[in-house]
């Protein structure tokens, strides 16, 4: 897919750092290639597919995250490991923000939460990107 896509995690309707162990739990096994001075990490899965992450990690956590240049199937997978890890949503560009859980809903900022989904898979991100 080669659009971006918005990954933060909110607390009491602003923006909140995310883990850095759940970024490192969740991608770190399927870096292939990276270069932390530029915050750049890119990903290859078993399915063959790809994705570009760039990430900020500092000593305890990451402000936010963003995917481009990715892959449908285990890559989406691995999102929605990662969003369940540390707690965050998916901002998808002109589509509604992708929960975790639903109790996310609650810590978005007002404009978010009327439309906002739960998924469980990436099958389920996938569904919303193409909805785009």
Known sequence: MSYDIFVQRFAHGDAAPMARDAFLATF?????????????????????????????????????????????????????????????????????TVLAHEGQRRHLPEELRAEAVVVQAGVDVERVLQNC
């Open 28 to 96: 770190e096994p399927r870096v292939d290639r990276r270069e932390p001075q530029n915050n750049y990490w890119h990903i290859s899965t078993d399915d063959g597919g790809t994705a570009d992450i760039h990430a900020a990690l500092t000593d305890n956590s990451l402000g936010s995250l963003m995917i481009s240049r990715f892959s449908a199937g285990a890559v989406l997978d691995l999102l929605v490991t990662f969003i369940v890890l540390a707690d965050a949503v998916v901002l998808p560009p002109g589509g509604p």
